[in-house]
């Protein structure tokens, strides 16, 4: 039972260094999340995709982007790494109706240096 | 647009309290979802409950209990008996379609 399984778990980054984090889940979800959590602010959404194919910006999307390469996976990619995206990013997948609740990876610890 | 307020940051109770984590929520939708999740110490995220606008009663599992009220758009999670395991961040969120809105999150700490 893998669920959703995010690489890395922890990264430190030079300031204008790029990188990508994986996000795959085995539950035939529909919809996929990329999520930012710091302290105070609660969890951000970043960019979801509803469905395979598609891909939607979120609350704060500057300075990401995203691919949903298959049904499975959904990446997030940092091109020029700043010290304000330092953070732990969260990946979650659902169902994809209306209601259907998210489940969560184990998170990416992120520091920008 | 759709909104969580969990007021209390934090929170700290001694083992065996019951507590009361509050949630207030704003949407314009008459269709939408209300979540509970768990957070602790080790960092992942646990769905605990969901509710929908149609369903206004109340749940209890074991040692959780939830109220959800309309006429106040609250969602409160309460803990009785607490224990030290209940120690974590419990976060509320709401959807109306795609995205999830979540609160700032309330911080129990269960004191032994």
């Known amino acids: 039972n893998a669920g959703v399984t995010q690489t890395p778990k922890f990264q430190v980054l030079k300031t204008g260094q790029s990188m990508t984090l994986q996000c795959a889940q085995d539950m035939n979800h529909n919809s996929m999340y990329w999520y930012r959590q710091d302290p105070g602010m609660g969890l951000r959404l970043i960019y979801y995709?509803?469905?395979?194919?598609?891909?939607d910006k979120g609350e704060v999307p500057n300075g990401y982007n995203v691919s949903r390469l298959n049904k499975r996976e959904f990446s997030l990619r940092l091109e020029s790494a700043a010290p304000s995206q330092t953070s732990v990013y969260f990946c979650?997948?659902?169902?994809?109706?209306?209601?259907?609740?998210?489940?969560f990876g184990q998170g990416t610890r992120l520091t920008v240096v | 647009a759709q909104k969580v307020t969990q007021a209390q940051t934090e929170i700290s109770v001694v083992e065996k309290e019951d507590v009361t984590l509050d949630c207030v929520y704003e949407t314009r939708d008459t269709t939408y979802y209300l979540f509970w999740y768990k957070q602790p110490p080790s960092g992942e995220l646990v769905f605990l409950i969901r509710?929908?606008?149609?369903?206004?009663q109340n749940e209890i599992s074991g040692r959780y209990s939830w109220n959800f009220q309309k006429s106040t758009s609250s969602f409160n999670f309460t803990i009785t008996a607490s224990q030290v395991v209940d120690s974590a961040v419990y976060f509320c969120a709401l959807t109306t379609g795609n995205q999830f809105y979540f609160g700032t999150g309330t911080s129990l700490t269960v004191i032994p």
């Open positions: 509710r929908n606008s149609f369903d206004e």
């Open positions: 995709s509803a469905s395979e194919g598609t891909t």
């Open positions: 979650a997948s659902s169902r994809g109706y209306v209601g259907a609740e998210a489940f």
